[in-house]
């Protein structure tokens, strides 16, 4: 008649914390192999080579990470407000209990990825000056030697090389290969452009390439490639792809050409024109020389049949005949002069012979010692004097000095660390300490007896009486 009681559930099993992220980890690894999550990236760092981000949209984040070998394979900086496609697998990050994605690819949105990451590196380059017009280096009129950097398989050499030998031949032409596209590329191109430049030598040097896909252009839009190029010490041409085709490699090297054989026809003018033109200008500066030629000489025959010159062969003459009579008195003047010194040395010798030199010299020596004598008898009466006034100065001073009164017996007493001295008895208290300088030494004392007033008599007169 009552029912039967049904039984109750049995508890789950409880999980560990790491029990349960490791099977929840497991299960989206396993479902969420491949998805694609768009989002506006709201951070980006790179740590240790690899990227975390952060994607966000309007009401939510997702966390993600993209290890070193993905990163390296985006053409594109990821950068903060960048609206991107990531594909990769969920997963969970145990240590942290977070839900995160591992990208292996990121994809703009609206935008190749190539097209983008030439933006961002166009930007940034134009912002350091490696675009600016005034690094652009001249290219030489008439290079002798040229580096060309390109491939040696493909019909871009071939087309330089006949354009080169068709315009100026014997030119001395060096070609480093390299490849032109694909991975290592690059990596070529940066090195060829840094031996070339070490080597030295070379006027001029292009970096050649024919048409292709953007895919294939890409060494040209490789922030190594564009920062080769503003280092090397050569000036460069850059004929990379068609016309339309403008890659950073044109806008980092001094000079664009629209093609490969356009960069050769850049690098070096006709070899007929530069005769042409230098047979016209031979003929211009010889006809200017012999219109100049004459316009001097005739300047120069009217000026040999003017009047100021012919007068001055006249003043001419009259200033050699001048010269020559001043030359002719000077030489008199002094033919006589060595005469007339000689007769003024004899007459000076003459006189100093006649003075009497040993008779002199005996009287001013006696004159000299009896001045000495004199000096020193009045330097001796005047120490001597000094000496005796400053003796009784001495003996006054020490009449009057302090020590010597307390010589005679008497001493002074002042207060401890005081330096006036005591000259009342009621100046000091029973119980205070004093010091008593007597002539030779200082010795210290305690009041023990207050200070009486004694009335004027005998010194020690009381003191006598009372003993």
């Known amino acids: 008649m009552y029912p039967r009681p049904v039984p109750a559930a049995a508890p789950p099993r409880p999980y560990t914390v790491t029990e349960l992220l490791a099977e929840v980890g497991s299960v989206m690894r396993t479902t969420w192999r491949d998805v694609a999550v768009v989002g506006e990236v709201a951070r980006f760092d790179e740590r240790g080579g690899h990227?975390?981000?952060?994607?966000?949209?309007?009401?939510?984040?997702?966390?993600?990470?993209?290890?070193?070998?993905?990163?390296?394979?985006?053409?594109?900086?990821?950068?903060?407000?960048l609206e991107v496609v990531v594909r990769g697998s969920l997963d969970l990050y145990a240590p942290q209990g977070r839900f995160q994605i591992k990208a292996f690819a990121v994809e703009p949105v609206g935008r190749g990825a190539l097209q983008l990451a030439f933006e961002q590196l166009k930007a940034r380059l134009e912002a350091e000056g490696l675009f600016a017009p005034e690094r652009k280096r001249p290219i030489p009129k008439l290079p002798r030697r040229i580096a060309v950097v390109t491939s040696p398989t493909g019909a871009v050499l071939r087309d330089i090389l006949h354009v080169l030998s068709r315009r100026f031949d014997g030119l001395a032409v060096t070609v480093y290969p390299?490849?032109?596209?694909?991975?290592?590329?690059?990596?070529?191109?940066?090195?060829?452009?840094?031996?070339?430049?070490?080597?030295?030598?070379?006027?001029?040097?292009?970096?050649?390439?024919?048409?292709?896909?953007?895919?294939?252009?890409?060494?040209?839009?490789?922030?190594?490639?564009?920062?080769?190029?503003?280092?090397?010490p050569i000036p460069t041409i850059s004929g990379v792809g068609h016309e339309t085709d403008v890659k950073i490699a044109d806008l980092v090297a001094d000079l664009r050409a629209p093609t490969p054989s356009a960069a050769a026809e850049l690098v070096v003018a006709c070899k007929e024109d530069v005769l042409r033109r230098l047979s016209a200008g031979r003929g211009r500066v010889l006809r200017a020389m012999r219109a100049r030629l004459g316009l001097e000489r005739a300047h120069l025959t009217a000026r040999v049949r003017a009047e100021a010159l012919v007068g001055f062969r006249r003043r001419l003459?009259?200033?050699?005949?001048?010269?020559?009579?001043?030359?002719?008195?000077?030489?008199?003047?002094?033919?006589?002069?060595?005469?007339?010194?000689?007769?003024?040395?004899?007459?000076?010798?003459?006189?100093?012979?006649?003075?009497?030199?040993?008779?002199?010299?005996?009287?001013?020596?006696?004159?000299?010692?009896?001045?000495?004598?004199?000096?020193?008898?009045?330097?001796?009466?005047?120490?001597?004097?000094?000496?005796?006034?400053?003796?009784?100065?001495?003996?006054?001073?020490?009449?009057?000095?302090?020590?010597?009164?307390?010589?005679?017996?008497?001493a002074v007493a002042f207060r401890e660390k005081r330096r006036a001295p005591l000259t009342s008895a009621a100046e000091v208290a029973v119980g205070d300490r004093i010091r008593i300088r007597l002539h030779q030494g200082e010795i210290g004392a305690i009041v023990r007896e207050g200070g009486r007033k004694l009335d004027p008599g005998p010194l020690f007169a009381d003191r006598e009486e009372g003993e």
């Open 317 to 410: 003459a009259r200033r050699r005949e001048a010269v020559a009579q001043s030359r002719d008195a000077l030489v008199t003047f002094l033919r006589r002069r060595p005469a007339e010194y000689a007769a003024r040395i004899g007459a000076a010798r003459e006189s100093l012979e006649d003075f009497v030199h040993t008779a002199e010299l005996p009287r001013r020596r006696d004159r000299v010692a009896g001045l000495r004598a004199l000096l020193e008898q009045k330097t001796c009466r005047q120490l001597d004097r000094r000496r005796a006034s400053l003796e009784g100065c001495a003996s006054r001073l020490q009449a009057l000095s302090p020590l010597a009164v307390l010589a005679r017996g008497y």
């Open 51 to 81: 990227g975390y981000f952060v994607l966000k949209d309007k009401t939510a984040s997702l966390s993600g990470i993209i290890f070193a070998t993905e990163l390296r394979r985006v053409p594109f900086r990821i950068e903060p407000g």
């Open 178 to 232: 390299v490849r032109v596209q694909g991975e290592l590329a690059a990596a070529e191109i940066v090195s060829a452009l840094a031996h070339l430049g070490r080597r030295g030598g070379f006027d001029v040097l292009i970096l050649a390439r024919g048409g292709g896909s953007p895919e294939d252009l890409a060494p040209f839009n490789d922030e190594r490639v564009a920062r080769a190029l503003a280092r090397s």
